[in-house]
């Protein structure tokens, strides 16, 4: 339902645009001061309003001084507002637009031409609101993997980098898993592509299932290679997630003629920790995991390598953090 706000300190004024607003169908606020009406557009989350009908003439904050606040405080939302006074005077009608007003009309208002102007700005919020789902959308399909749905490689870092502040200012640690699908190259050659599509589509699908917090983020690398970061988790708690992603993987039962060692898809895992964020740089992180996921699949693949980051010297050392299970 399209909601209206009506900002006037006269309550007879405020009930003659009630009875006309509802009997057209609206849902009517209202706020007898500018302070209470910032108040009602702070908690539009979850009660949306969709155009102000503002008083010019209020104490304490007028109605202009008013919608420069909502303006500066909600910059990207927009919604209508239009002015109502009983002044018509030129100034003021400019300096009402000014201020971030889209409209302005003279007390009392005609019945008929108040709800054109309401009909008018509807469809203007309208379509403004599927502007903005429409550019939502847009950037959805720019973060995602349109394979796997996950995020892809740009999404995936612009997150990354925004956790990794996150820690490095609670001073928490951050862990990153690079998985790598196992001779990747060899099934797609002998099943063909779009099988290897529905296969990298699986598998993203049985990765996802090992990350259990909101902040846990899975994305694709590149090719057939995966990438998560688990904010705020040590060695220990990533090393456990790892192995739940290979094992979720194997679990799946991908048939695969090519996989020496095994008859079905497996994955080497790769991981790697940082203790201490602030001290580091992100792109360590992510280098020593790459390095842990070489020494899974140097050693036999399918299984978990992890790599510790040393904050101070920017060093590592590999070790074995999972033997190869037998299946």
């Given at each position: 339902?399209?909601?209206?706000?009506?900002?006037?300190?006269?309550?007879?004024?405020?009930?003659?645009?009630?009875?006309?607003?509802?009997?057209?169908g609206?849902?009517?606020?209202?706020?007898?001061?500018?302070?209470?009406?910032?108040?009602?557009?702070?908690?539009?989350?979850?009660?949306?309003?969709?155009?102000?009908?503002?008083?010019?003439?209020?104490?304490?904050?007028?109605?202009?001084?008013?919608?420069?606040?909502?303006?500066?405080?909600?910059?990207?939302?927009?919604?209508?507002?239009?002015?109502?006074?009983?002044?018509?005077?030129e100034?003021?009608?400019?300096?009402?637009?000014?201020?971030?007003?889209?409209?302005?009309?003279?007390?009392?208002?005609?019945?008929?031409?108040?709800?054109?102007?309401?009909?008018?700005?509807?469809?203007?919020?309208?379509?403004?609101?599927?502007?903005?789902?429409?550019?939502?959308?847009?950037?959805q399909?720019?973060?995602?993997?349109?394979?796997?749905?996950?995020h892809?490689?740009?999404?995936?870092?612009?997150?990354?980098?925004?956790?990794?502040?996150?820690?490095?200012?609670?001073?928490?640690?951050?862990?990153?898993?690079?998985?790598?699908?196992?001779?990747?190259?060899?099934?797609?050659?002998?099943?063909?592509?779009?099988?290897?599509d529905?296969?990298?589509?699986?598998?993203?699908?049985?990765?996802?299932?090992?990350l259990?917090?909101?902040?846990?983020?899975?994305?694709?690398?590149?090719?057939?290679?995966?990438?998560?970061?688990l904010?705020?988790?040590?060695?220990?708690?990533?090393?456990?997630i790892?192995?739940?992603?290979?094992?979720?993987?194997?679990?799946?039962?991908?048939a695969?003629?090519?996989?020496?060692?095994n008859?079905?898809?497996?994955?080497?895992?790769?991981?790697?920790?940082?203790?201490?964020?602030?001290?580091?740089?992100?792109?360590?992180?992510?280098?020593?995991?790459?390095?842990?996921?070489?020494?899974?699949?140097?050693?036999?693949?399918?299984?978990?390598?992890?790599?510790?980051?040393n904050?101070?010297?920017l060093?590592h050392?590999?070790?074995?953090?999972?033997?190869?299970?037998?299946?």
């Open positions: 339902m399209f909601t209206v706000l009506v900002v006037d300190d006269n309550e007879l004024d405020r009930t003659y645009l009630r009875s006309i607003l509802e009997g057209d609206y849902q009517v606020l209202e706020a007898e001061s500018g302070r209470e009406a910032i108040q009602l557009v702070e908690r539009t989350s979850q009660r949306p309003i969709h155009l102000v009908l503002m008083d010019v003439v209020m104490p304490m904050l007028d109605g202009l001084d008013t919608v420069k606040r909502m303006r500066r405080a909600h910059p990207k939302h927009w919604f209508p507002i239009i002015y109502l006074s009983t002044k018509e005077d100034t003021l009608i400019c300096q009402a637009l000014e201020a971030g007003g889209d409209d302005f009309l003279t007390k009392p208002v005609p019945t008929n031409l108040l709800l054109a102007k309401m009909r008018a700005f509807a469809r203007v919020a309208d379509l403004q609101q599927e502007l903005e789902t429409m550019n939502l959308e847009l950037f399909s720019s973060i995602t993997d349109p394979l796997t749905q996950v892809n490689r740009l999404g995936f870092l612009n997150q990354f980098e925004v956790q990794w502040r996150i820690c490095a200012r609670e001073e928490m640690p951050m862990s990153v898993i690079m998985i790598d699908v196992d001779h990747f190259k060899s099934y797609n050659d002998t099943y063909g592509h779009p099988e290897g529905r296969c990298l589509h699986a598998i993203a699908g049985a990765l996802q299932t090992a259990k917090r909101p902040a846990d983020l899975l994305g694709r690398f590149g090719g057939e290679e995966f990438i998560a970061m904010p705020t988790t040590d060695m220990g708690g990533a090393v456990r790892g192995e739940d992603m290979r094992e979720a993987v194997r679990a799946l039962n991908i695969s003629a090519t996989n020496p060692k008859e079905v898809v497996t994955v080497s895992v790769g991981v790697s920790t940082c203790e201490m964020v602030r001290l580091s740089q992100s792109e360590n992180l992510i280098r020593t995991a790459d390095d842990a996921l070489y020494a899974a699949k140097g050693s036999g693949r399918n299984r978990v390598c992890y790599v510790s980051c904050p101070h010297s060093k050392q590999e070790q074995l953090a999972t033997p190869l299970k037998k299946i």
